[in-house]
């Protein structure tokens, strides 16, 4: 009898149509909110990773001793300065033709001013980063920097674009220079986060209001359009039961139902 009713079936097909357009509504409203807070969140990033990554390409390398690699045949003081150019070498040093600069190692730089303005050490909630040295080791990092942050996977190795990853509650950007030192910056969303859900339930709660209303307003249009219906039917009713002096009344019916013959 339920599914028989042409009220319920009214009803629940405008229930159908009301949830489907509230539902990509809220959806489409939901994930446009998120994107664009993720998107200045990661504006604010890629901001102090670049500055720190400038420090970083600033930097002096650090200073490397290397040993001086030996002649295979140690040549006499007239074989080393055989044109009288250069002085013999000390005793007890082999000679050598001259230092070897070693491969670049990491960048190190100083925090100055505009760094330490665009990161609140003093606050775990605040922007934060961590730089690693080529060979993966960690030389410098914030003191409000959470524990074990690990390292970016390089995707390979010409790439030096800034990428943006979310891990536990952090949201990091992270970018890796020419000499494949890894510079990253990040920051807590958990208070992000927790807007983003208000905010998710605030819709559905906007959604189930306007679900209400719309299925009660439906109601009462399906009510009313079928009332001219249950007056035929329970005229017909008395009809069959005896009383031909019942007439079914349609002339105050401004619907389809009004072009009925009276009888």
């Known amino acids: 009898m339920f599914f028989k009713s042409i009220r319920w079936r009214l009803q629940l097909w405008l229930a159908f149509l009301l949830v489907c357009v509230l539902s990509g509504f809220g959806v489409t409203i939901y994930q446009l909110q998120r994107v664009s807070q993720l998107r200045q969140i990661d504006e604010e990033l890629e901001r102090r990773v670049a500055v720190l990554s400038g420090a970083v390409r600033?930097?002096?390398?650090?200073?490397r001793s290397f040993a001086p690699p030996p002649f295979e045949r140690g040549p006499g003081p007239r074989d080393f300065?055989?044109?009288?150019?250069?002085?013999?070498?000390p005793e007890g040093r082999p000679p050598f033709r001259g230092e070897r600069k070693g491969p670049f190692g990491p960048r190190d730089f100083s925090i100055s001013e505009e760094i330490s303005s665009l990161f609140d050490q003093s606050s775990t909630s605040a922007f934060y980063f961590t730089v690693w040295s080529r060979d993966g080791a960690m030389f410098k990092r914030s003191s409000n920097a959470p524990p074990n942050v690990?390292?970016?996977?390089?995707?390979?190795n010409t790439d030096t674009r800034t990428h943006a990853r979310t891990r536990n509650g952090y949201r990091e950007a992270f970018h890796f220079t020419e000499l494949a030192d890894c510079v990253l910056a990040g920051r807590s969303i958990s208070t992000d986060l927790d807007a983003m859900r208000r905010f998710k339930l605030w819709l559905l709660a906007a959604g189930g209001t306007v679900l209400a209303?719309?299925?009660?307003g439906g109601w009462w249009l399906t009510s009313r359009a079928m009332r001219p219906v249950d007056d035929i039917s329970v005229a017909a009713s008395r009809i069959s039961e005896g009383n031909l002096s019942e007439r079914i009344n349609v002339a105050d019916t401004d619907s389809e139902l009004g072009g009925l013959p009276a009888f």
Do not use: A, E, S
């Open 81 to 89: 300065d055989k044109d009288n150019r250069h002085p013999p070498p």
């Open 150 to 156: 690990p390292l970016p996977q390089r995707l390979n």
């Open 213 to 216: 209303f719309g299925l009660g």
């Open 58 to 63: 600033g930097g002096p390398p650090p200073k």
